[in-house]
């Protein structure tokens, strides 16, 4: 490593340089090394406080940020909040141990929240706002592991019973608890679904980012609401975790406070048993531009650090690896003499006068009430950054030797009854259970009287800070105003001659939207660094793209009517490469409806291969959010896409979004099914009277990049026929045979193609149909299905699918530009023979047409589908179809049954690669 750079700057003044360099060898000489250490240390921090502008260092000792002269005064009253925190934790470990006797293997965490109680406490009593004034309040994203604890908080504070409690994980039948936050199973409580691991960070950060838009957009006032984020150490491993703290940091997000719990331990065992993750996130975090807080040692420490005067227990701090400290933690009194302070003569002499019971209490500053309240006090302070609470833990604090930091602590979940003798001993609530009470099947929770000390005290907090909460609440600060329907007029009239793509038809649409006087403010478009391949690079210098601190330099194509303008009002929301970060800015706007109560229509455009499978994690937790809004997956089909080749052609992206409930997917093929859907979309995500009507779903659109002339809406079709899935688009011209084609999306070229072609060559009239969505035909399907089922006496109904297509004569052949399962996933209720043309496999670079004919997609092979089916039904000789197939000259492809890299085809290797033999 090349360590530096000084050589490269301007010495104005040489000989004064070599003075204090020769002085400051001297010190090293005379004082050591330590002392001049300190001495630099000391000189930057003097420069910090002068402004003399120099890089903060990435790393600090490993001792607490905010010294004890700076602690500010602590206005609660410690003894009463220390007797609720005791019923809280025990409440929480009755649950989970109630749950695990009642329903064995039904699990939940103990050591968790254990290790957070006082993170969480101080956080309860003094910091988190409420919303019960009317204002936004605060959000908070809690650690998915440490329900219990917020479960055990509002039992106390009289939001749960005793029956709810009981109900923990077991949600079957209504009045159980979700294992988890999450907004879909218990809707008026959680507000941000948070367990799996990296997510809730992220979407923290976008959400705080969220906030800071509306209130430059001048949509809603949000400068009094903070996002509080807990999380785990462990957590930090997850690349989502730490992906976007750079956002954090260089957007000034002094709205956003993370509190990480550093109880050195994850699942398994120790997050850095080598190293230290307190010293390694402190680097990482500083280094992106947050307000660093370590809060690591308790107050009982204060007095030997005081002592240190030779820097030889900092020295220890900053050499103990975590594995280390954390088997300090098990151990008793003597160990910790022996090996920590023992090794050093100077250090034992230091702790001689404290007992083994002293040394083995002496407290990790995450536990200790003053040392967090001086952090939270700092972080709500004015503050121009985020800031991180780097707080160190125990996992399992107070739970006993047989959890305390054991490696297996974290999923361990039954106590015995001696260990909840000693825990109630340990919390010192002898009074409060007596013995009797831990005989019985259950572990009994413990509630002080409503007018106890306690319960006033917690209650009179929480009003103090505007009530309680987690509260996931729907209110209608301001309400919105849908588009005049003559935003989509335009594209049911039709392209009128002119060549456009369905993406071309968004973005216009798009364009129109954001014009509309009431609506227009509420669309927040997204998109990350692909705005000019969907041709929305129309929209940056209109709309303004935002930049929290404004354009600070003139762009390089000013002079251009698309220059790329940024401004501190800016509406779209440009994220630069990430998915997720987008997503996270998608959930943050599609939610505001619920978190602020302000409705906002995020459309969030990406290309679609990079969309659910990249993504798919965070498209689940829009979808437990509740978010509402639009996700549109551009340059879809496994062949439209000309010339990218295989990791951008996507052909699936329909069939994972068939699997996300609460997902509303469609693959229209014109510009006027894009405006119907989209229409539908607004006026059931937002356009109830009753905002609690309105529905709690998203869109998924694909959109293509294929030019054609765009059909204005037949005169048979509505917009109700369009969104519920499928249509018939056309009627077969009259010819002695008949059969049906359905399309979606891109492929309606070539099916229309082989329609006018099977009629004029082959004598086969064809209905042409639109499957506008396969997955919204399945469900409806599937619920008829299990009414049937359920209702065996009353008389049976046909799924509209099956209703829809019985009326034609002759088999059904489908085709798309996704793998054939998409428009199989409606087969059974097909009322004829059913073929599907699809494309399977992985793609490749190739202009259109050699694409379409690869996967068997093109005029030709709709053409051999259909007369293929015919002849198999027995309408038409299979000679005829040999016949279309040499008109096609599909002939010289048929020999090579590998080439899709699928199937295990006998004889033929797997995954081969194309090759003509
Ligand atoms: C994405 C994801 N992967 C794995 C898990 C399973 N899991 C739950 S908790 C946990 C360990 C958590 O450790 P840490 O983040 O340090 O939290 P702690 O409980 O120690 O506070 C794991 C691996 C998960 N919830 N989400
Ligand atoms: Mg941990």
């Known amino acids: 490593m090349i360590d530096g750079f000084t050589h490269q700057l301007p010495d104005a003044d040489p000989a004064e340089t070599k003075e204090w360099i020769d002085s400051f060898d001297a010190m090293v000489d005379k004082s050591g090394r330590r002392r001049a250490r300190y001495m630099l240390a000391k000189l930057l921090e003097r420069a910090g406080e002068l402004n003399v502008g120099n890089a903060p260092p990435t790393w600090t000792p490993y001792v607490n940020t905010i010294a004890t002269e700076d602690q500010p005064w602590f206005p609660g009253d410690e003894f009463i909040e220390r007797r609720i925190r005791a019923f809280i934790r025990w409440n929480a470990a009755a649950m989970v141990i109630n749950a695990n006797k009642a329903a064995d293997g039904i699990g939940g965490h103990l050591s968790t929240f254990a290790s957070s109680a006082a993170l969480y406490e101080v956080g309860f009593n003094w910091f988190f706002r409420g919303k ?63 367990v799996s691991m990296g997510l809730g960070p992220i979407n923290s950060i976008y959400h705080a980012r969220f906030n800071n838009y509306l209130e430059s957009r001048r949509i809603d006032e949000t400068s009094g609401s903070r996002v509080f984020c807990f999380l785990g150490d462990g957590e930090c491993d997850e690349p989502e975790t730490l992906g976007a703290i750079s956002l954090a940091g260089r957007s000034g997000l002094g709205n956003l406070i993370w509190i990480v719990n550093c109880n050195l331990q994850r699942l398994d065992g120790p997050v850095r048993g080598n190293g230290q993750i307190i010293q390694e996130l402190e680097g990482v975090f500083r280094g992106a531009g947050w307000n660093v807080l370590k809060v690591i040692w308790g107050s009982e420490w204060d007095e030997l650090i005081h002592k240190d005067v030779d820097g030889i227990l900092l020295n220890k701090f900053n050499t103990t690896v975590d594995g280390e400290y954390q088997r300090l933690a098990v151990e008793g009194g003597d160990y910790i003499r022996e090996h920590f302070f023992g090794p050093d003569p100077r250090l034992r002499t230091m702790v001689e006068h404290l007992s083994d019971q002293q040394l083995a209490d002496l407290p990790r500053g995450g536990h200790d009430y003053q040392k967090i309240y001086a952090a939270y006090r700092n972080a709500t302070e004015e503050n121009e950054a985020p800031t991180v609470i780097l707080a160190k833990t125990i996992k399992g604090w107070t739970l006993g030797e047989g959890f305390e930091a054991r490696n297996a602590t974290h999923q361990i979940k039954k106590m015995t009854k001696d260990e909840l003798l000693a825990l109630r001993e340990r919390l010192h609530l002898v009074d409060e259970i007596p013995e009797s009470a831990l005989e019985g099947d259950r572990a009994p929770y413990y509630r002080p009287d409503e007018s106890s000390p306690e319960h006033e005290y917690m209650v009179q907090r929480r009003l103090a800070l505007g009530g309680s909460i987690p509260k996931r609440r729907i209110r209608n600060r301001r309400p919105i105003t849908l588009p005049d329907p003559s935003v989509f007029a335009s594209l049911a009239k039709g392209s009128e001659g002119r060549s456009v793509s369905t993406t071309m038809a968004m973005t216009n649409l798009l364009r129109d939207l954001m014009r509309d006087k009431a609506f227009g403010p509420r669309v927040v478009p997204i998109v990350p660094d692909e705005a000019r391949t969907f041709g929305m690079d129309s929209l940056f210098r209109e709309f303004g793209i935002y930049a929290p601190f404004g354009q600070l330099y003139e762009p390089v194509d000013h002079e251009l009517l698309l220059s790329y303008t940024e401004s501190t009002d800016g509406q779209l929301i440009e994220e630069g490469i990430t998915e997720c970060g987008s997503m996270s800015s998608f959930i943050a706007a599609g939610t505001s409806y619920a978190n ?97 009507d309105d529905e709690d779903v998203f869109y998924y659109v694909t959109l293509y990049n294929e030019a ?15 969104v519920r899935g499928l249509y018939q688009w056309a009627n077969a011209p009259d010819r002695p045979v008949t059969a049906t084609l359905v399309f979606s999306g891109s492929a309606q070229g070539a ?64 085709v798309t530009d996704f793998q054939k399962l998409l428009p199989g996933q409606v087969a059974r209720w097909i009322p004829h023979p059913y073929h599907t043309l699809g494309t399977d496999g992985f793609g490749r670079s190739d202009t259109r047409e050699a694409l379409r004919r690869f996967f068997e997609v093109d005029t030709g092979h709709v053409v051999v589908a259909v007369l293929h089916a015919l002849a198999q039904e027995g309408t038409i000789d299979a000679l005829v179809v040999a016949e279309a197939i040499a008109h096609h000259g599909l002939d010289v492809d048929i020999a090579d049954p590998g080439r899709h890299d699928t ?9 081969r690669a194309h090759s003509r033999e």
């Open 132 to 194: 019960d004034d009317g204002r936004p309040g605060d959000h908070v994203y809690f650690q998915g592991h440490a329900a219990p604890g917020v479960y055990a908080r509002a039992f106390l504070e009289r939001r749960l019973t005793e029956q709810h409690l009981n109900g923990f994980r077991m949600e079957i039948g209504g009045e159980g608890l979700s294992s988890y936050p999450h907004p879909r199973l218990m809707p008026d409580f959680w507000e941000f679904p948070t």
């Open 596 to 692: 602020l109560g302000v409705p906002m229509v995020p459309f969030f455009t990406f290309y679609s291969m990079f969309g659910f499978q990249r993504v798919g994690d965070s498209i689940w937790s829009a979808a437990d959010s509740r978010s509402r809004g639009f996700l549109l997956g551009a340059t879809a089909g496994r062949t439209t896409l000309a010339g990218e080749g295989l990791q951008h052609q996507d052909g699936h992206s329909l069939l994972l979004a068939a699997t996300v409930p609460a997902c509303q997917a469609f693959d229209p093929a014109f510009a006027y099914e894009l405006g119907a859907i989209i229409d539908d979309g607004l006026q059931r995500m937002y356009g109830h009277d009753d905002p609690h």
């Open 708 to 722: 054609y002339e765009m059909p204005p809406r037949p005169d048979h079709v509505t917009d109700a026929d369009v």
């Open 751 to 814: 099916a229309r193609e082989a329609a006018d072609e099977l009629a004029d060559r082959w004598g086969v009239g064809v209905d042409l149909w639109s499957a506008t969505s396969y997955k919204r035909l399945r469900e409806e399907a599937l619920a008829v299905e299990r009414r049937n089922r359920l209702h065996p006496t009353d008389p049976a109904e046909v799924p509209l699918v099956t209703r829809l297509l019985s009326g034609g004569e002759g088999p059904v052949v489908a």
């Open 903 to 911: 199937v295990p085809v006998p004889g033929h290797s797997v995954g």
